[in-house]
């Protein structure tokens, strides 16, 4: 029903040290060329420091397109994954979900992020997804599938009742 991934900003601030190091190959780059005489050691530099640079910033982008968040018409998952390290899911049954809340930061009501927590009974406990966007249209969509399942539940549980009925007539 509802997949969000999080909000741009997150991908600056995972990958904030990268944009550091970037800035500091671009200094490096320039000092060395400013300098006289451009020898080759400040050009392997360069070259090297830039491939480890696109190599992170592909690997933050990895990172960043690989967390995200599923309302279905049975249950909210939220998954992180971070590539060839570990994958991590959490699970809550629609059933189960007691609570909703946003919470957002000066920042982000300027952008429009926040976090979602989804607060469940039972195993599942709480469901935190930072910097996720759309909160209003979030949360109506998770009510509108525990509706769904409810009425489901209920024209089952009837449909049961009626085949026992039957049955036993």
């Known amino acids: 029903a509802y997949f969000s991934r999080r909000h741009w900003i997150a991908f600056l601030g995972k990958n904030f040290l990268t944009f550091v190091f970037l800035a500091m190959v671009l200094v490096f ?4 060329y400013a300098l006289p005489g451009v020898q080759l050691w400040v050009t392997a530099t360069v ?5 480890i640079t696109v190599g992170m910033v592909i690997w933050g982008y990895i990172d960043y397109r690989n967390d995200w968040l599923v309302v279905t018409n049975r249950r909210v998952v939220y998954q992180e994954k971070l590539l ?4 991590w899911r959490k ?5 189960s979900i007691q609570s909703i809340d946003f919470a957002r930061g000066i920042v982000g009501r300027y952008l429009g992020f926040g976090t979602l927590v989804v607060r ?3 195993t599942a406990g709480e469901i935190r997804f930072s910097y996720t966007t759309n909160f209003d249209q979030l949360r109506s969509i998770i009510r509108e599938q525990q509706d769904q399942r ?9 449909l049961n009742i009626h085949r026992e009925l039957e049955r036993r007539l």
Do not use: D, N, R, Y
């Open 29 to 32: 780059a320039i000092v060395g």
């Open 47 to 51: 070259i090297i420091l830039s491939v």
């Open 84 to 87: 060839f390290v570990h994958v």
């Open 91 to 95: 699970e809550a049954p629609l059933e």
């Open 120 to 122: 469940t009974a039972g």
């Open 150 to 158: 409810k009425q489901h539940a209920a024209a089952q549980s009837k």
